[in-house]
């Protein structure tokens, strides 16, 4: 269900992806591109879906 899936702003996108982030840099990679998100005016959603992929990405071309 996607109402499972979105995470409301950045500051609780940073609290899911770990204590590596914080929500500046949440912001960041976001304003950079590499983190996917859902505009609606002034609001960011995130899905976790789409954090948990960008990263397992990145965790995949570290080991090859």
Do not use: C, W
């Amino acid at each position: 269900m996607l109402s499972n899936d979105l995470i409301k702003g950045a500051a609780a996108a940073a609290k899911y992806l770990g204590p590596a982030f914080n929500r500046n840099a949440v912001y960041h990679m976001t304003a950079t591109g590499h983190l996917p998100v859902i505009r609606k005016g002034k609001l960011l959603f995130y899905r976790r879906s789409d954090l948990d992929r960008a990263f397992a990405s990145q965790t995949e071309n570290q080991a090859a």
